[in-house]
């Protein structure tokens, strides 16, 4: 049994709070939010991140960050992208240069400010921490009521690597590890930009083909971007590039997904944003990518798209128009001709 707190109150939070108590371990959620907290301690349940789930009396819930992080033996960051960096130079003011703390982060975004990834942004702002990644098709709605999930662990060492896995995983929960930390981000991040545009293409009232398109052709952008910028191939064809794609971009679970589809309806960004309660981090992550493609100097058409409808005021409708009229290209330039 290991003691673990969970850093953040929000679904997926909540989802993992609730996995890893099924495990057998000693759980506590701390979140900044007072009402939150109050809530949770109240009626057992965050009615606006994870409605109908209610959480065990074993899990303890705080609001006192000192405490928590003295008391855990790891730490799973769980709140938004935006809110990370803010977040780890929170819990940097308590542990100070405390050496082995152990961190996964589970926020799924690329800050557009320093176009990091999520681990290295806690990396740098907690250098003594060990910072791992869990990433892969997991709605917290899914996972918090035991349905059958699969998720990577990405870690320094493979060691450590084993030892998360072991934490985790479940008989409902299967965990699989890699060392390449950097390529379970980009993939965990980008997809939620596609899954944007697949949402669009809903809204637009397209069908089973577009979204065919948009997921092939994305997971194709997805790739090209991550292994210009270190990542390895055959991780954006695993679960946390081809396997979280898919299901962001088929499921009404996804907040990115329901954005898009109201956009693609005539919504502006701001009134899909309102519509959706929550972070819908594809947004803040979709300036990130595209300034990511110039400077790697990777065409990113559908990325290209999705940040002139969100933020250049394009029409949905003439942007999907405008990705299928482009230069005629080969599918794989790879590919040899006989």
Known sequence: MARIGIIGAGGWALGLAVLLNNNGHEVTIWSKVTSEIEEILTTRENTRSLPGVKIPESIEVTDDLEGITADSELLVIAVASPYVRSTAKDIANVVGDREGL?????????????????????????????????????????????IPTTCVIGATSQMYAEYLQSIFMSDVFRVYVSPDILGIELGGSLKNVIALAAGVADGLGYGDNTKAALITRGIHEIARLGIAMGGKLQTFYGLSGIGDLIV??????????RAGILIGKGYTYDEAMKEVHMVVEGVYSAKAAL??????????????????????????AVAVKELMIRDKKIENSDLPWD
């Open 102 to 146: 152990m961190i996964v982060n589970v926020a799924k975004g690329i800050e557009e400010s320093s176009l990091m990834t999520m681990t290295q942004v806690i990396s740098d702002e907690i250098p003594s921490a060990k910072v791992a990644v869990l990433s892969g098709p997991s709605h917290a709605e899914e996972v918090s009521r035991g």
């Open 248 to 257: 962001t971009c088929a499921s009404m679970h996804s907040r990115n997904r």
């Open 291 to 316: 300034a990511l493609s110039k400077e790697y100097n990777v065409e990113m058409p559908i990325v290209e798209k999705v940040n002139e409808v969100l933020f250049d005021g394009a029409t949905a």
